[in-house]
DNA sequence: AAAAATATGTAGACCGATCTATTTAGGAGC
DNA sequence: GCTCCTAAATAGATCGGTCTACATATTTTT
């Protein structure tokens, strides 16, 4: 693949990932995702020949890799646990507000709407999930119970990410930051 | 209103509920709704005048109402604080599995798709949480960081919900059943 | 109580817009 | 010269929503 097919191809799936996350699977239509990436449809069904499917899938299993990348990064930084998760209630509070409340968790929305009918796409937010839940298992190794907290962890947060957006507020975020940060303590 | 349209309007907002769970806002057509309630089109704009947003503004209000509602018959069972965690997770836990993973929480889907597009909808989702977490807040008087504690819970059962639907399993709610009675007692 | 009038609800044809996807053609880069 | 990629017209299906005609209750009038 070319550079200039490379560039389209990601801008394709940068306007996907944000349209998605703004209004979910249906709410994005291919259209929409033309007019914001400026990529031609013969480019959209080039790059991804399955069609929405396949665009969708990569687009959430990218973010997944960049969310994980992150987590990963912040992990290495020597902070405590509580502090990981402080810092990481923080940094997702502020992609939520700056982007309007429309940028939470890029993956739920998509999760809670295909999980009943597609398989591939189900398949792909399980993943990107199991990969989260993998990078908080390693973080937390050696203490007491460390997968059922992994598990509660990442539920927390997406939860906490689901209440902010649906009140427009971070208060949920702020309230669960000191509770995790107890039960991380 | 007559019996034979409260009913039909009740049919009409059942097969909402159940169709939005299964699919979100967009995925839900009209013809679906139409199709699933066996009303006419007539029907439906004569029951909801003001369209889509009307329909799944109601039936999302309703199916927070029932399991307030529910909520609160377990609250007043007498049941310890962790007990009441523990039931309402089994019960959510029978329905997701039951209908095939497709009922989570009837309004998460929704917040997360148009709490960033629509004004209505995001506050209709907004005021649903509010209540839950009012419920909750109630159940929980007295102890230290009341109000905090309550949103934490809310956030987590929602956040197991979503992790077990996405994952089509039990587990999620299983590991954070644990914990959340750990957090409790 | 019978009949007329009005409100309530049902039924589905129909509309323009938008959806995903296909197709055919040609330009850009190696 | 040949692959890679762009470009847009087009197809058929489905979308939410409107409209008119009709049926069934419910009330009002006589």
């Known amino acids: 693949m070319g550079q200039k097919g490379a560039e389209t191809r990601a801008r394709i799936l940068d306007a996907t990932q944000e349209l998605v996350e703004a209004g979910g699977y249906s709410g994005a239509g291919l259209n929409q995702v033309i007019a914001a990436s400026g990529a031609p449809r013969g480019s959209l069904y080039f790059h991804f020949p399955e069609g929405k499917d396949q665009l969708v899938g990569e687009s959430i299993r990218r973010a997944g890799q960049a969310i994980g990348a992150a987590f990963e990064d912040l992990a290495a930084s020597g902070a405590s646990a509580a502090e990981f ?36 796409l189900q398949q792909a937010c399980s ?40 009140h427009r507020s971070r208060e949920p975020l702020d309230r669960v930051t000191g509770q995790l940060a107890a039960l991380l303590r």
Chains 1, 2 share one sequence.
């Open 85 to 120: 998760a402080e810092g990481v209630l923080r940094h997702l509070g502020d992609r939520l507000e700056a982007s309007g409340w429309s940028k939470g968790c890029p993956v739920a929305t998509v999760a809670l709407e295909m999980a009943a009918v597609s398989d591939p």
């Open 127 to 166: 993943e990107v999930y199991a990969s989260w839940e993998a990078a908080l298992r390693e973080r937390l190794a050696g203490r007491r119970d460390a997968d059922d907290l992994a598990v509660t962890v990442l539920a927390l947060i997406e939860g906490a990410l689901l209440l902010a957006k649906a």
